[in-house]
């Protein structure tokens, strides 16, 4: 006989049976009975002290494990609070559940205190959303909330629950299976169309491999690295696909796009086949659509169908899995690797051109001995982290140099709001990877913008004893819409001065967590070592550069080989 119980011991029953061990979240009336039963029960919740928090938590936790992050609001206030985190998911392919509250079914469309059509609002922000209006589809809902989440192209899935559904009495039967007719994943790929892709990459004298957060999703970052070592091509990783290959594997070039190498941007603009794996081209990764690799066939690998042509014609679209389909095609190149040999004389020429575009206009920090240059800090955060730290950031030009000058060995070590470009993601991202790696160091890189949007969460990370370092590259502006006022209007600066940034010192003394500001290029080895050998948490204030601009940079509107490389250089005046 199935067990009689609420409907919100119904709704924490499966969260258990789906092994969820760990929900970010803030209370209110609505989700009370949800609380009564946390209670006593040994998931793990989290009381940020925002609940956008909450969502980037949730969100550090999936993208640093893999596994579907879950966040809980209340009705109203509580569940518009999560939208901004909902959007971020969903443009990251990140596996979240989001848990808000709803009033009473009978009070819905009532305008009853704290009502907000919450299904109506995150519709367009989340894979698949849910207004429980039954409690016998309580448990059917749930399970399929976390399958729809983590299957196909992950994202994020809502699930609104009225209060009387909450407080209802039901018989709970475990749910078996999952009936969902109108959701199908296609995972394997075409056969056919792999072997064509083969036959192209074997045609091809100047092919390059253009990855991206696809892999990181479907973990094949092995598999891509089998390939690009089998066929010794060169290979760009996009903002979210960074790690896929390491840092300083040999035919990795960097990051392409806006704010990419001037190799990896030429390699581009000439390469004769792109085979594009779990990526979306992306608008700052491609330029100017119109002039993006105009001498390139594309083979284009993705798991969400809707990608396929969207931005680029494929001239070979494979939908499926990245990890299933590399299998197979690696399979295949095996088979055929003789036909390698036709095409090594070009394949050595493109090499040799990629690595005098590499000499000419190499990806160089800058140093000072009188000011500490922002690239000088990822230099020495790189230094320091070897690769094997979890390292988050919020948005803007500290994320650009984070992701230019720090290298990572592996997947789910980098993670940040490449999509949205959220401000203040970083540090609730880094507690929410905090709580999913306990024994990993965890940096939070931020801006001196995106901290102060963040700050109450310093005393969430006290309250849960988190040891997360956060280091902030503080050049007193919003450092990349300042850039931008500086490069395309006529350096006429409006509302970027962060003026009134809080002394860090005291900051962190009010919350009990060692600090200290950095000015000297000479204390900065020094101060991070001792922020990253801290056993606990520490806030480490690093005074950078306030007029330093991030290069090579693609203006809006410019293709690719349309890069400024540098700051604009002063006409000599004739004698």
Avoid at 343 to 371: C, T, V, Y
Avoid at 552 to 559: C, I, L, R
Wanted: aromatic content about 6%.
């Amino acid at each position: 006989m199935p067990n009689l119980m609420s409907g919100a011991r119904m709704l924490v029953e499966c969260l258990v049976r789906e092994g969820v061990e760990c929900i970010f979240g803030y209370p209110g009336g609505v989700t009370l009975p949800v609380y009564d039963v946390f209670y006593d029960h040994p998931i793990r919740h989290v009381l940020v002290r925002h609940e956008e928090n909450a969502a980037f938590a949730a969100s550090g936790y999936a993208r640093a494990t893999g596994r579907v992050g879950v966040c809980c609001a209340t009705s109203g206030p509580g569940s518009t609070n999560l939208v901004t985190g909902l959007v971020d998911a969903l443009m990251d392919s990140v596996p979240l559940v989001a848990l808000t509250g709803q009033v009473s079914t009978k009070a819905i469309g009532s305008d009853a205190f704290q009502e907000a059509d919450t299904f109506g609002i995150t519709r367009s922000c989340t894979k698949h959303n849910y207004l429980v209006k039954n409690l016998k589809d309580l448990p059917a809902i749930v399970h399929e909330a976390f399958y729809i989440a983590s299957t196909g192209r992950p994202g994020p899935v809502l699930i609104d629950l009225p209060k009387d559904i909450l407080q209802g009495q039901g018989h709970y039967a475990p749910v078996s299976s999952i009936h969902l007719p109108g959701y199908k994943v296609v995972t394997e790929g075409h056969t056919g169309q792999i072997r064509r892709a083969a036959q192209m990459i074997w045609e091809a004298e100047r092919p390059l491999v253009y990855a991206g957060g696809g892999i990181v999703s479907s973990g094949a970052h092995e598999e891509l690295r089998e390939l690009v070592e089998l066929l010794d091509a060169p290979a760009v990783l996009t903002l979210m696909g960074l790690g896929c290959l390491p840092g300083d594997h040999p035919n990795f070039l960097s990051m392409p796009g806006m704010h990419g190498s001037y190799a990896a941007n030429m390699s581009m603009t000439h390469a004769d086949l792109l085979i594009a794996l779990g990526v979306r081209f992306d608008d700052r990764v491609t330029g100017r659509l119109s002039a993006f690799a105009p001498h390139a066939k594309v083979i284009h690998v993705d798991i969400d169908p809707v990608e396929i042509g969207k931005n680029r014609a494929a001239d070979l679209p494979i939908v499926g899995d990245a990890k299933r389909v590399l299998r197979k095609l690696l399979r295949i190149l095996h088979e055929t690797v003789a036909e390698r040999e036709r095409k090594a004389a070009a394949r050595q020429a493109w090499w040799r051109q990629i690595r005098a575009w590499q000499k000419e206009h190499p990806l160089l920090p800058a140093f000072s001995d009188r000011e500490i240059k922002p690239q000088h800090l990822m230099v020495e955060i790189d230094r320091l982290t070897r690769g094997e730290a979890i390292i988050t950031a919020d948005v803007g030009q500290h994320q650009m140099w984070a992701a230019q000058f720090i290298r990572f060995k592996r997947p789910r070590h980098w993670l940040c709001s490449g999509g949205l470009g959220a401000m203040g993601f970083g540090l609730p991202a880094a507690m929410g990877a905090q709580f999913a790696c306990p024994d990993k160091l965890v940096v939070a890189i931020v801006g001196d913008g995106g901290f102060q949007m963040s700050i109450p969460e310093l005393a969430t990370i006290v309250a849960n004893r988190l040891p997360v370092k956060v280091v902030i590259c503080n050049n007193g502006y919003l450092g990349m819409v300042r850039q931008w006022q500086n490069l395309f209007f006529n350096n006429r600066l409006c509302a970027v001065a962060m003026e009134g940034f809080p002394d860090v010192e005291k900051l962190g003394a009010a919350y009990g967590i060692p600090a200290r500001i950095v000015q000297r290029p000479s204390e900065l080895a020094t101060a991070l070592e001792t922020a990253l050998a801290e056993p606990g948490p520490y806030i480490l204030d690093v005074r950078v550069s306030p007029e330093e601009n991030v290069y090579p940079m693609v203006p809006a509107g410019a293709a690719l080989n349309e890069m400024v490389l540098g700051p604009p250089q002063p006409v000599p005046v004739p004698k």
